[in-house]
Each structure stands twice: as structure tokens, then as C-alpha cells.
């Protein structure tokens, strides 16, 4: 009886947390309609939401074409920025020398424009995937690195202290105790990243693409078809919070609760 309870009690916890973000969504779409329909507001301009959802309707196996190139792009940019990022913020962490040359070359490179890159990477790779997956993780890999590198930083010094009066390794004491202590802003770079990611595929699109949203974005703009041209926007908008809430179903997964707690209590795992 007490295991329903518990199970029941989370499930309603889960759904309070819920209602308020759907309950604001429809407010907004409700008065959106309401205002395109009172004030007359031409399609071409700002259409309504239920014509965007007959559009999305009608189009739905085209978007769902385009969805996947898009999404393939995001999801390979994401996984090569934690691959690569998280060994580099180590990198940081544990060597001076790689700190002071290449840390500050990781933050000026945030300074480049990426649509100024995509142009040079479409030189260099071509048009196909190689370009978009290149441009998503360019985006994607900074917040990773940082929050690693804050992560591995903040690790109480008690802890490292302790592991070493045991006689555990450099490495020991990175895989056991820093790196575990550091996933908290790991995941919290990760699902910043995973936003990121979606923007850069579609960066990439709009300078060189033959399919995907953002070359459906364009095409839709030429042919001044604006419903379908929200709908994409609709499209892009669940594809960017379904990759944030698969990260955080991992997060859930891996991490025990005292260390997910802990980066709501300190407030870390920002940039």
C-alpha cells in the first residue's frame, strides 16, 4: 500500500509541475487566436494557430521528412561536442600549461559569428552532412567544457584529501570522486548544449542544404507560404525540448538524487 502511495504521490507531484507550463501554452495559443481572429490579422502576416496545425497537418510527412535530416545533424553535433568536451575541460582542469594556451583560444572562438564559419566549412566539407554537424558542434561544446571544467573545480578538497590518505590514485580519485562530483554541471552544459545543437544544424541549412527545417524554412519564405513557415517553428520548438528532457531522463537515470539536488542547492551548472 505504501509503495502505490509513494508512486501515486509522485505521479501527482509530476503533473503539478506540469500543469502550470500547459496551462500558460494555452492561454497563449487561445488568445493568439482570439486576436488574429477579432482584429482581422491577415494570414500572411501572423497566422492563426489552428492554421498552422492544418498546415502542419497536411504537411506532416514532409515535416517529418525534414525533421530527421535536422534532427540527425543535432544529435551527431551534440554527441561529438560531449565527446570531445568533456576530455578537454579534464585537460583544463589538471594541466597549467593547457589552461593558460588553449582555454583562452576555446572563449575567443565565441566570438566568431558561426554563420560566418558555415560558409567556410561548406568550402572545405561540401554540401552534405559533414558541414551542419560541424557548425552544431562548434555551438554546442562550450557550455560542456565549462561546466566540466567548474564542475571539476568546486569538488570538495576534504573529499580529495580523503581519497588520498586511502592511497587512491590520480586517477582513481578523478573517476571516483571529481568526475562525480562534477556531473551535476556536466548535465546541466549538456542540456544547455542540446539546444545549441538544434540551432546549429539550422544555421548550417540556411547557408548550404537541399533538405532538412531550416532548407524548409527558406523554401517556405521564397513561396511566401508563412503558415507552413511557423509550423517549422512549432516543429523546431518541440525537437529543441525533446532533446533538453531526454538529456535530463538521462541525468534521472545516472545520477542518484543527493547529486542531482545538490546543483538546484548550490546553483551551480550555469555558464
Known amino acids: 500500500?505504501?509503495?502505490?502511495?509513494?508512486?501515486?504521490?509522485?505521479?501527482?507531484?509530476?503533473?503539478?509541475?506540469?500543469?502550470?507550463?500547459?496551462?500558460?501554452?494555452i492561454g497563449i495559443f487561445?488568445?493568439?487566436?482570439?486576436?488574429?481572429?477579432?482584429?482581422?490579422?491577415?494570414?500572411?502576416?501572423?497566422?492563426?494557430?489552428?492554421?498552422?496545425?492544418?498546415?502542419?497537418?497536411?504537411?506532416?510527412?514532409?515535416?517529418?521528412?525534414h525533421s530527421w535530416v535536422t534532427f540527425a545533424e543535432s544529435a551527431i553535433g551534440l554527441g561529438l561536442s560531449i565527446v570531445l568536451s568533456i576530455p578537454m575541460g579534464i585537460l583544463i582542469v589538471y594541466s597549467p600549461l593547457f589552461e593558460r594556451t588553449v582555454y583562452p583560444l576555446l572563449v575567443a572562438s565565441q566570438a566568431i559569428p558561426k554563420?560566418?564559419?558555415?560558409?567556410?566549412?561548406?568550402?572545405?566539407?561540401?554540401?552534405?552532412?559533414?558541414?551542419?554537424?560541424?557548425?552544431?558542434?562548434f555551438i554546442a561544446f562550450f557550455p560542456i567544457v565549462v561546466?566540466?571544467?567548474?564542475?571539476?573545480?568546486?569538488?570538495?578538497p576534504e573529499m580529495i584529501?580523503?581519497?588520498?590518505?586511502?592511497?587512491?590514485?590520480?586517477?582513481?580519485?578523478?573517476?571516483?570522486?571529481?568526475?562525480?562530483?562534477?556531473?551535476?554541471?556536466?548535465?546541466?552544459?549538456?542540456?544547455?548544449?542540446?539546444?545549441?545543437?538544434?540551432?546549429?544544424?539550422?544555421?548550417?541549412?540556411?547557408?548550404?542544404a537541399s533538405s532538412g527545417?531550416?532548407?524548409?524554412?527558406?523554401?517556405?519564405?521564397?513561396?511566401f507560404e508563412i503558415p507552413l513557415l511557423f509550423g517549422t517553428l512549432v516543429v523546431l520548438s518541440v525537437m529543441g525540448i525533446?532533446?533538453?528532457y531526454l538529456v535530463a531522463l538521462v541525468e534521472v537515470l545516472i545520477l542518484p538524487r543527493p547529486l542531482r539536488d545538490t546543483r538546484v542547492n548550490d546553483g551551480g551548472g550555469g555558464l
Open 1 to 25: 500500500v505504501n509503495t502505490q502511495d509513494n508512486k501515486f504521490k509522485t505521479i501527482l507531484s509530476a503533473v503539478r509541475d506540469w500543469v502550470p507550463a500547459v496551462l500558460t501554452f
Open 147 to 156: 561546466n566540466t571544467v567548474v564542475g571539476l573545480s568546486r569538488t570538495p
Open 161 to 208: 584529501h580523503l581519497m588520498r590518505s586511502l592511497g587512491a590514485s590520480p586517477v582513481q580519485i578523478l573517476l571516483r570522486v571529481r568526475m562525480m562530483a562534477a556531473m551535476p554541471y556536466i548535465f546541466a552544459g549538456i542540456k544547455i548544449a542540446a539546444a545549441f545543437a538544434v540551432v546549429g544544424a539550422i544555421v548550417g541549412e540556411y547557408i548550404a
Open 30 to 65: 487561445v488568445l493568439w487566436e482570439i486576436i488574429t481572429i477579432v482584429f482581422g490579422v491577415p494570414v500572411y502576416t501572423l497566422p492563426a494557430p489552428s492554421v498552422i496545425i492544418d498546415v502542419m497537418i497536411e504537411k506532416r510527412l514532409l515535416l517529418l521528412e
Open 213 to 223: 527545417l531550416g532548407y524548409m524554412q527558406l523554401v517556405a519564405n521564397n513561396n
Open 115 to 137: 554563420v560566418a564559419l558555415a560558409p567556410i566549412l561548406v568550402v572545405w566539407f561540401g554540401f552534405g552532412l559533414m558541414p551542419k554537424v560541424l557548425i552544431a558542434f
Open 242 to 244: 525533446a532533446f533538453f
